[in-house]
């Protein structure tokens, strides 16, 4: 009978050990799946600030084609205005003379 009862502690104490082990087991899961979680949103985040980075930095490359785009039409056009104004200066300035004189 001793035995029996000896016998029946042990396999409590196993028990006891085992679900022991276990509950370490599972914490030791859990700070590991915390852990990696963490690790994913951090490389999110960063793959987030780097494509961030590259769009601002196209925005940025798109706005100075832009505006050297608008900087070379608007100096093409002020090379044909001054190119037709001396073509027709002396004409312009002799009807405004005209002009002026007859009133």
């Not at 042990?10 to 599972?26: T, V, Y």
């Not at 601002?56 to 056009?77: F, L, T």
Request: glycine share 0%; proline share 0%; aromatic share 4%.
């Amino acid at each position: 009978m001793n035995e029996i009862f000896r016998r029946i502690i042990e396999i409590d104490n196993r028990a006891k050990e085992l679900f022991s082990e276990d509950a370490k087991e599972r914490e030791r899961l859990r700070q590991d799946t915390v852990r990696e979680i963490e690790s994913m949103r951090n490389q999110i985040r960063q793959m987030a600030d780097e494509k961030i980075e590259q769009l601002v930095s196209q925005n940025r490359k798109d706005v100075d084609e832009k505006v050297k785009d608008i900087n070379s039409a608007v100096a093409e056009k002020l090379t044909a205005m001054e190119e037709k104004y001396i073509q027709n200066a002396d004409e312009w300035v002799e009807r405004i003379f005209l002009s002026v004189v007859r009133e």
